[in-house]
């Protein structure tokens, strides 16, 4: 084998994602907005974080919305704030980023994993509705699992990837067995059902993120908690601050979860345009599914599915892939960014060893784990560069 095989230059680079050509049109109006703000010298729990959890709230069709410090912050706020602890458990998805169950840790419950759905990868009600009717029992109002003893409190489903999970069985499931609902949409701002119903407006509180990589992006951390529920609303705005109504005055142990002035400063800016960026991801996506029924790549590659008649807002366009490893590979070769969101399903990983899960627990979110690849969808990218998307793609199986 040569030791020096010259790699020829690829043709076109094709970045998972590129935040600058989304700033350059916004820097005047971004720079002013910050400038405001530093003039002001009022850097915590300013006009523009109230600004900007009124629109966000509205957005998210709530009524309240308390600015935190990130999408993380945000999850534990809402188990914080339902009083979720020691000896509760909370419902959802071992598919999904690590914050999801890591926060239900943290606040002393336990995750308890049941099985996504193949086809939206988000969690699958009839997983839930079997796990609870094979090892849950009713004890007055409250619902236990019998294997563990812990008390089930709520669910926490995951709007996956900007398509929203199938929350009217869920809710249902939550009704029938008195249980919270935590939306993690931190990747789904706007997301909508077929009855245009979005994210967040489900449950008891919906969690966004502002990651510069989701949708709407802060420049650094940034989330929220809409609700509908005045009386959560409230608390979550005393947690938020240690706990602390009056100032100094604690009757609940809270922290500091404060959402910066100036980053609401920058999304305030950045909401206006969140529309046309989602209908730029939706258009990208349209062209990409096009653009594999013409590469007719036979079982290859499965194109996301969003169902008929949803707002999916694609914060990721994800492929299952055959050979997905050497795909990914080749792809780097070729200049296309992509990422593996997630590669290892949460009941798999080292801390969460004390669940005491193997391989073959969730069969489902093992093999999407091993399947799946995100390819790059941001609004900005070109007709001609998706096209080298699929083309670079369709290489690799033909080779
Ligand atoms: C990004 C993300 C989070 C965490 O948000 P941060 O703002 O990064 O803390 C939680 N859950 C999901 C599904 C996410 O994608």
């Not at 970045?15 to 600058?20: H, I, Q, S």
Request: neutral net charge.
């Amino acid at each position: 084998m040569p030791a020096t095989k010259p790699q020829p230059k690829p043709a076109m680079q094709v970045p998972l994602l590129d935040l600058k050509p989304q700033y350059r049109p916004l820097a005047a109006e971004i720079q002013a907005a910050i400038e405001k703000v530093c003039a002001s010298q009022g850097f915590i729990l300013g006009p523009a974080v109230k600004e900007l959890e009124a629109s966000v709230a509205a957005y998210s069709q709530c009524r309240y919305g308390i600015g935190v410090s990130s999408g993380t912050d945000a999850l534990l706020l809402a188990l914080m704030a339902l009083e979720i602890g020691p000896g509760d458990e909370v419902i959802t998805s071992p598919f999904t980023f690590f914050a999801t169950a890591g926060t239900i840790a943290r606040a002393g419950a336990r995750p308890i994993f049941c099985d996504i759905d193949p086809v939206s990868f988000n969690l699958s009600a009839p997983a839930v509705e079997a796990f609870i009717a094979k090892h849950c029992e009713r004890r007055g109002s409250n619902l236990f699992n019998r294997n563990t003893g812990g008390r089930i409190k709520a669910l926490m489903p995951v709007h996956l990837y900007g398509q929203n999970a199938d929350m009217v069985p869920l809710m249902d499931l939550a009704r029938r067995y008195g249980l919270r609902v935590i939306e993690d949409a931190a990747q789904a701002i706007g997301a909508e059902d077929a009855d245009h119903k979005r994210a967040c407006s489900y449950g008891d509180v919906g969690c966004l993120s502002f990651f510069p990589t989701k949708n709407l992006g802060a420049f650094g951390d940034a989330g929220m908690c809409v609700t509908n529920d005045t009386a959560l609303a409230e608390r979550m705005d005393i947690l938020r601050v240690h706990g602390g109504k009056p100032k100094y005055y604690h009757s609940l142990i809270g922290g500091n979860f404060r959402l910066d002035e100036l980053q609401a400063a920058v999304l305030n800016v950045k909401l206006k345009h969140l529309d046309t960026w989602t209908a730029g991801r939706q258009h990208n996506a349209a062209f990409y599914d096009a653009a594999f029924e013409r590469a007719a790549l036979g079982d290859a590659v499965q194109k996301p599915h969003a169902v008929l008649g949803v707002r999916h807002i694609y914060n990721q366009y994800v492929i299952r892939a055959r050979d997905r490893d050497r795909l990914r590979a080749h792809l780097a070769t070729a200049g296309v960014g992509s990422e593996i969101y997630y590669p290892i399903p949460l009941h798999l990983q080292q801390c969460f060893a004390y669940l005491n899960h193997k391989a073959g627990d969730y069969p489902q979110s093992e093999r999407a784990a091993e399947e799946t690849l995100a390819l790059p969808i941001f609004p900005e990218l070109t007709e001609i560069q998706l096209q080298y998307v699929v083309d670079s793609i369709a290489e690799f199986y033909r080779a």
